[in-house]
């Protein structure tokens, strides 16, 4: 069975780092690419970021309104993956999900979600 | 950005009557290999998002065949054919063709 759980989220002051993790199990984490969205209290998804295979050379895409202060990572030897958040805004509030993707961030496998509550 | 627009916001239908939801994208979504990076997904209320279509038209692992998607380009429709109680939520599109991906709006499917 195919499972996928974030951690890492809470209360955290604007200006300060977060680091939010995905734990995956039930399939070959090594074979897939993970992809980061979120989602801020009652609005509609956004994608904020996306780490290829090590097949595909680990490559990571970012959204605009992260790039520069997000980093995504992964660890295939404990089927993690990894969003540094830098620099955290009030509206980067929401939570987040991470995926596996199967062919371009068509996410099959989701996460329930941590809440990350950018706030002073 | 590839601007990503559902039609309606609201969708309101009677159990066993068909659906649909329109997607249309600023920008064409046919890749290089011929292929619509378009994605449909349904998010229930209190749950995450799961996927029903991928590719445009093809069915994700375990999801019912009243579930069809379809188009190219620029305009992609997602139509459900009898509608079930269990499919209220709202469902988005999303483009996985350019960077960054976008989503739709979302379209609320409620029963009337």
């Known amino acids: 069975e195919v499972k996928v759980v974030e951690s890492g989220g809470g209360l955290i002051q604007p200006g300060r780092s977060l680091r939010l993790s995905c734990i995956t199990s039930?399939?070959?984490?090594?074979?897939?690419?993970m992809t980061w969205f979120r989602q801020a209290p009652g609005k509609g998804l956004e994608w904020i970021s996306h780490?290829?295979?090590?097949?595909?050379?680990?490559?990571?895409e970012y959204a605009t309104s992260v790039k520069g202060r997000f980093t995504v990572s992964r660890d295939d030897s404990k089927s993690i993956t990894y969003l540094q958040m830098n620099n955290l805004k009030s509206e980067d509030t929401a939570v987040y999900f991470c995926?596996?993707?199967?062919?371009?961030?068509?996410?099959?496998?989701w996460g329930q979600g941590t809440l990350v509550s950018v706030s002073s | 950005d590839t601007v990503m627009t559902q039609s309606p916001v609201s969708l309101p239908v009677t159990p066993g009557e068909p659906a649909s939801i329109s997607c249309r994208s600023s920008?064409?979504?046919?890749?290089?290999?011929?292929?619509?990076?378009l994605d449909w997904y349904v998010q229930k209320p209190g749950q995450s998002p799961q996927l029903l279509i991928y590719?445009?038209?093809i069915r994700a692992s375990g999801v019912p065949d009243r579930f069809s998607g379809s188009g190219s380009g620029t305009d992609f429709t997602l139509e459900i054919s009898r509608v079930e109680a269990e499919d209220v939520g709202v469902y988005y599109c999303?483009?996985?063709?350019?960077?960054?991906?976008?989503f739709g709006q979302g379209t609320r499917l409620h029963i009337k």
């Open positions: 995926a596996r993707s199967i062919d371009r961030d068509s996410a099959d496998y």
């Open positions: 039930g399939f070959t984490f090594r074979d897939y690419a």
């Open positions: 780490i290829s295979s090590k097949d595909y050379g680990e490559a990571k």
């Open positions: 920008q064409s979504l046919l890749y290089n290999n011929g292929a619509n990076y």
């Open positions: 590719l445009t038209s």
């Open positions: 999303m483009q996985g063709t350019h960077i960054p991906r976008t």
